[in-house]
Nanobody, 120 residues
Framework: QVQLVESGGGLVQPGGSLRLSCAASGIIFRLYAMGWYRQAPGKQRELVAVITSGGTTNYADSVKGRFTISRDNAENTVYLQMNNLKPEDTAVYYC??????????????WGQGTQVTVSS
C-alpha cells in the first residue's frame, strides 16, 4: 500500500520559514519524481516545486528564490524548505509521487495534505 505522509505545516508570520516533509512508503522512491503542490481556498491546485528521480528541480515562478525542494532517497523523503513566506503562500500543501513507465502507464500518488498559514 502506497502512503505519502506530509508533516511540518503550521502557522507562521510573514517573512518566516517552514520546512515540509513527505515520507513515502510502498513505492521504489528513487524511481519517482516528487512534487509539492498547493491549493488555496477557492483556487485550483497548482504546482509549487518538483524534483525528478535524477535530481533536477523546477519551481513555480511565485516561489523561485524562496523555496527549495530536496530529496533523501535513503530516507524515502522529500522536503520543501520555505523561506520568506508571504500571506499568499497560505494553502494546503500536497506531496505527489509520479512515475511514467515506458509502457505509457503512469503511477501517480498523493498525500493527504498539510495546512500552511502565513499570517500576522
Amino acid at each position: 500500500q502506497v502512503q505519502l505522509v506530509e508533516s511540518g505545516g503550521g502557522l507562521v508570520q510573514p517573512g518566516g520559514s517552514l520546512r515540509l516533509s513527505c515520507a513515502a512508503s510502498g513505492i521504489i522512491f528513487r524511481l519517482y519524481a516528487m512534487g509539492w503542490y498547493r491549493q488555496a481556498p477557492g483556487k485550483q491546485r497548482e504546482l509549487v516545486a518538483v524534483i525528478t528521480s535524477g535530481g533536477t528541480t523546477n519551481y513555480a515562478d511565485s516561489v523561485k528564490g524562496r523555496f527549495t525542494i530536496s530529496r533523501d532517497n535513503a530516507e524515502n523523503t522529500v522536503y520543501l524548505q520555505m523561506n520568506n513566506l508571504k500571506p499568499e503562500d497560505t494553502a494546503v500543501y500536497y506531496c505527489n509521487a509520479n512515475r511514467a513507465r515506458t509502457s505509457g502507464y503512469v503511477n501517480d500518488y498523493w498525500g493527504q495534505g498539510t495546512q500552511v498559514t502565513v499570517s500576522s
